[in-house]
């Protein structure tokens, strides 16, 4: 939790972000993620001043826990001094014990952004779906508790002026933003409308920047002129050679093929699965695991 100090911005956790939504389709499949179509709503997290602490919280533990369709675990909700936003005690079920930064007891509206964190631990835990080491266990997190529809509490929970600063989770503010954009392009959703800080706002129309530019990229046929020019450069090369050709600053990569025709691989716009298909020029390729469509010229 960022109070106060300085704000990380930018991408630096990207790859991992990607990481986590292959995974994350990987394990829960297609149909289980299409069943989140529907993001947690304002109304149903609200908190006012005038609430109960505790009885309140208790009640977006539990909206937070239908929300994850998690019947039989039961949050216990409570506050203390601690560094981190929040905490969870991950055990066997179905009590769990939350801890929450003594900072909520008057910063009362964010309370759902520092559960729905939380909540996804629990989640994850039970799908036994994790990543190694701390720092990237905890971006699985984010980016978990953001595409299936909590994650929007979480960018809007950044605030920052001339004078302070407040930021829950461990991705930037554009990553969450990133995030949110891949669940709204997929969806359809426009989470835009919830934030109640400006600068989230700014933070998600750049995060849309980069996941419009995913379904921009070659060999889509949605890519730009530039792009297109690359590529055919990197495919004639590649077609000269008969070897494997790539480069670090491109998503594709050419690969000879003994009993075919050149093929190319590339991410999924969607989940980031790589793709591989035969250079051939238009080329319709679904996506197994995500069931995208996608028209591409190779």
Known sequence: MANGGPVEHGYPHLETVRAAITALYRRLSYDTVQTFATSVLPADVA???????????????????RH????????IVGFRAMTQAANVELAAGPEYFVELNDRFRTHRRDIGAALAHEVTHVYLHRLGLSFPGTRDNEI????????????????????????????LGYLTPEEFGYILAKRALLFGEDPSVWFTSPQAYTAYTKGMALARRDGQQPPLTAAGWAGRRRYARDRRHAQDRHTAVGAPDVPYAFTPDAEGPLR???????????????????????????????????
């Open 140 to 167: 699985l997190t984010d980016t978990t508790t953001t595409y299936l529809g909590a994650g929007w509490l979480l960018l809007d929970a950044y605030r920052e002026d001339g004078v302070s600063s407040q930021k």
């Open 68 to 75: 994850f369709r998690l019947p039989d675990a039961r949050l």
């Open 264 to 298: 190319v691989s590339f991410p999924c716009p969607t989940c980031h699965q790589r793709i591989r298909v035969p250079v051939r020029g238009r080329v319709r390729a679904r996506c197994a695991l995500c069931r995208t469509v996608l028209e591409c010229d190779t």
């Open 47 to 65: 908190f006012c001043d005038t609430d109960d602490l505790h009885l309140g919280a208790q009640r977006v533990a539990r909206e937070l826990v």
